[in-house]
């Protein structure tokens, strides 16, 4: 077991090094940067990176521990939504001679981030407030959002995101509280009450019953899926128009609705003979990596050559 599962551990690292083949002194775009642990490994090989990340907390981390890598502008770090990759890479172009030979992306949140204080990721921390931004430049937290979705859209996304199938007894008990109080499920704890009030016996199960309503909402309020559509066809493009050779595009997916987007796009990328898939099937944590981390139990790697 992982000794303290309060910090995030990188996923599936020798993995994504396999699959992205890095280069010495060949730029990488490491797009979901959190706490560094596959930029770390990528730099380690002489290559260089240019890592997104849209979590403050994540890119002050970061100056601390990669001060070096900074300085030496073998990492170049960016507080960017990645969907705005095509942008700051045309910004870093003006100044910089640069060709890109791989993107990848670790989709989702970090353990850093769910086992923060005040930013109430997570079910256990009862008196936080239900904020749930991994950017804090967003408008809406997700206690926000429960005061204003409507209550079949709120049921749908529930279902479709987190795969509850209390859905919509959920969202129903949701709209009744708000009408007596609007600001009553500024709480993570109420919220909490709320799911196991409503699923009852069942609530005793292997996972927390409110597993699946946080995992829709923080796909909702950070507009996760959308993020993922609208960045893959633009990082396909970049990779396209980069004169380097053997160029890679890898992803690691940790939910269902992020994986079919993958999976649909590099199939469309297949057929199109633009990309050749380098592993007809997803590639999974071993027995080893699972016993340390089980956090990599639902981590699918999907990746392409160009
Ligand atoms: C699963 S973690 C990545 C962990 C990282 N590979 C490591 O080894 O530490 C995902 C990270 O991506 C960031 N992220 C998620 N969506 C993003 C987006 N649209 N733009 C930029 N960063 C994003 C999150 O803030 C989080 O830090």
Redesign the pocket.
């Known amino acids: 077991m992982n000794k303290d599962q309060s910090k ?4 599936l ?1 020798k993995e994504v090094l396999e699959a992205l083949n890095p280069q010495k002194d060949c730029y990488y775009i ?11 490994e990528i730099l380690n090989t002489g290559a260089k990176v240019i890592a ?4 403050q907390a ?1 890119i002050d981390a970061a100056k601390e521990l990669f001060n070096k890598e900074i300085n030496s502008k073998q990492l170049i770090l960016l507080r ?4 705005k990759m095509d942008e700051s890479l045309l910004n870093l172009k003006k100044s910089l001679n640069l060709e890109i030979s791989g993107i ?1 992306f ?5 353990t ?2 769910l086992m923060s204080k005040d930013r109430g990721f997570s079910f256990e921390a009862r008196e936080e407030t239900l904020d749930m931004r ?2 804090d430049r967003l408008g809406v937290k997700a206690c926000d959002l429960l005061k204003l979705i409507d209550e079949k859209q709120l049921a749908k996304m529930l279902f479709e995101y987190g795969g509850e199938n209390d859905a919509r007894a959920i969202a129903r008990k949701i709209v009744a509280i708000r009408r007596k109080d609007p600001n009553s499920l500024d709480k993570v704890g109420t919220l909490v009450d709320l799911i196991e009030e409503v699923k009852g016996q069942r609530a005793r199960g292997k996972i927390n019953a409110a597993t699946k309503t946080f995992q829709a909402l923080r796909i909702i309020v ?3 899926l959308s ?2 559509e609208a ?1 893959l066809p633009k990082a396909l493009r970049i990779l396209q128009n980069s004169k380097a050779i053997d160029k890679r595009l890898v992803c ?1 997916a ?1 939910h269902e609705g992020e994986d079919r987007l993958v999976k649909t796009f590099f199939k469309q990328i297949e057929a199109t003979n633009i990309g050749k898939l380098i592993n007809k099937k997803p590639i999974q944590a071993s027995e080893e990596e699972l016993a340390i981390n089980p956090r990599s139990r639902s981590a699918k790697l999907r990746a392409l050559a160009l």
């Open positions: 995030h551990q990188a996923v690292v490491d797009a979901t940067f959190g706490a560094g642990g596959h930029s770390r997104f990340d849209f979590d994540s960017e939504n990645f969907s990848f670790d989709f989702g949140t970090s850093d981030q991994m950017d950070n507009d996760e993020n993922i960045v690691i940790f």
